[in-house]
C-alpha cells in the first residue's frame, strides 16, 4: 500500500489517540470526512492498522518499578522454547518481549512492584527455565518516549 500524506497524518493522530471520532480525525488531518473514513478502512485492511488499544499505566496498580532484561538462552529443543514462550507470554509482568541481534537473544520489558518483584521474576521464574543461561538486568530511570509519544513532565 502507497502511503498519501493524509494517511500519515491519520496514523500519526491515531497513534496519539485511538478512540478520536472521525469528524475530529478528519478535522486534525483536515480532509473530509468521508474521504477520513475510507482511508482509515483502508489502512486498517492492509494491515498498517494492526489493532486499537488502551494503554495501562502500571503505577496505578502498584507496579511502580521499569526495567529491561536481556536474556540469553541456551539452544534446546522446541518443548523448552514452547515453555519458555508460555512463561512469558502469562506473566503480566513482562510488557513486551523481542528477539534482538548481538551479545543477547532477547529483550524483555518489564514492569513490577517493587525490587523483591523483580528479584522474583528473575530467580524463581525466568533462571529457573532450562532454556535460560543468564539475565542482565537495566533499571529504567527516567522515559522520554513511550508509545511513539514524547512523555511531558
Given amino acids: ?17 485511538g478512540r ?3 469528524v475530529e480525525l478528519a478535522r486534525r488531518v483536515r480532509i473530509s470526512e468521508s474521504a477520513c473514513l475510507r482511508r482509515v ?9 494492526a489493532g ?10 502498584g507496579k511502580i518499578l521499569s526495567a529491561y532484561m536481556l536474556v ?14 508460555d512463561v512469558i507470554r502469562d506473566d503480566e509482568r513482562i510488557i513486551t518481549c523481542a528477539a534482538v541481534t548481538g551479545e543477547y537473544d532477547l529483550i524483555l520489558e518489564v514492569c513490577v512492584k517493587d525490587v523483591a518483584d523483580l528479584t ?4 524463581d521464574t525466568l533462571l529457573k527455565l ?15 518516549k513511550a508509545g511513539g509519544e514524547h512523555v511531558r513532565r
Fill in 1 to 17: 500500500m502507497e502511503l498519501r500524506t493524509a494517511d500519515h497524518r491519520i496514523l500519526r493522530e491515531l497513534g496519539r489517540d
Fill in 41 to 49: 478502512r483502508a489502512l486498517e485492511e492492509s494491515g498498517a492498522i
Fill in 72 to 85: 540469553n538462552l541456551d539452544q534446546r529443543g522446541a518443548a523448552d522454547a514452547n515453555a519458555f514462550l
Fill in 120 to 123: 522474583d521474576l528473575t530467580l
Fill in 130 to 144: 532450562p532454556t535460560v543461561r543468564d539475565v542482565v538486568t537495566c533499571l529504567s530511570l527516567r522515559s522520554y
Fill in 20 to 22: 478520536l471520532s472521525n
Fill in 52 to 61: 486499537y488499544r488502551a494503554v495501562i499505566n502500571p503505577a496505578v496498580f
